[in-house]
């Protein structure tokens, strides 16, 4: 069955470093997620794409954020310079124009930031 | 605005019994989905089970049901004959035409052997 991969699964990162995650969606999918869960919270929304832009985006995701479809298979999240308050499980999340509502979503990137 | 609301942070149940686990939410919107997610210690998110809310008709996956009582903006998951592999934290959700998921806070399900 298809699923959505991640990597790295952890990162550690000093503050005020750069850090990339990298997503791999469902191959025929189009739409795409980031999501992320600090520790013990619930999961919040970032941003959505769809057709090589950004959809939709919450108030969280700021300019430190960005995202991009580099090539035909991945979707990345940028942190231009990372904050301790970025620590958090970040959740890549993709789904189909059939079911556009139903996301289905990566196995997480443990981000932590000293 | 929307809101998800999971108002039992713990649940417990022995093994082979029946447990729900409660969800009440809040739209303006007419068109929505609601979504169980399954969150084990692995923590990645994991989709139970999904409900139109233009649908009348529970639905159900093999163990999993909901009971969707729509004028009561309620959505409790059902899980018969718990297993040890359902021990997890439960997510309630629910999207809208934005498209972007509204989460609870979670329900921790520990099962009892």
């Known amino acids: 069955e298809p699923e959505v991969t991640q990597t790295p699964s952890h990162q550690v990162t000093q503050m005020g470093q750069e850090v990339i995650l990298r997503c791999v969606p469902i191959?025929?999918?189009?739409?795409f997620y980031w999501y992320r869960q600090i520790l013990g919270q619930k999961v919040e929304f970032l941003v959505s794409f769809y057709n090589n832009e950004i959809s939709e985006k919450s108030e969280i995701f700021d300019d430190q954020f960005s995202v991009e479809r580099p090539d035909g298979s991945n979707f990345t999240l940028k942190i231009r310079s990372t904050k301790l308050e970025d620590s958090a499980m970040y959740f890549c999340a993709s789904s189909d124009s059939l079911e556009q509502e139903t996301q289905y979503f990566g196995p997480g990137t443990r981000l932590l930031v000293l | 605005a929307q809101t998800v609301t999971q108002s039992q942070p713990e649940m417990s149940v022995q093994e082979a019994e029946t447990v729900t686990l409660s969800c009440t939410y809040d739209t303006s919107e007419s068109d929505y989905y609601l979504f169980w997610y399954k969150q084990p210690p692995s923590r990645q998110m994991i989709l139970v089970i999904r409900q139109e809310a233009y649908k009348q008709q529970n639905a159900t996956e093999n163990r999993f049901s909901v009971n969707f009582q729509k004028a009561a903006k309620s959505f409790s998951l059902k899980i018969s004959d718990s297993q040890l592999g359902d021990a997890a934290m439960y997510f309630c959700?629910?999207?809208?035409?934005?498209?972007?998921?509204?989460f609870g806070t979670g329900t921790r399900l520990t099962v009892i052997p």
């Open positions: 191959s025929n999918h189009l739409y």
């Open positions: 959700a629910l999207i809208t035409g934005a498209n972007n998921l509204f």
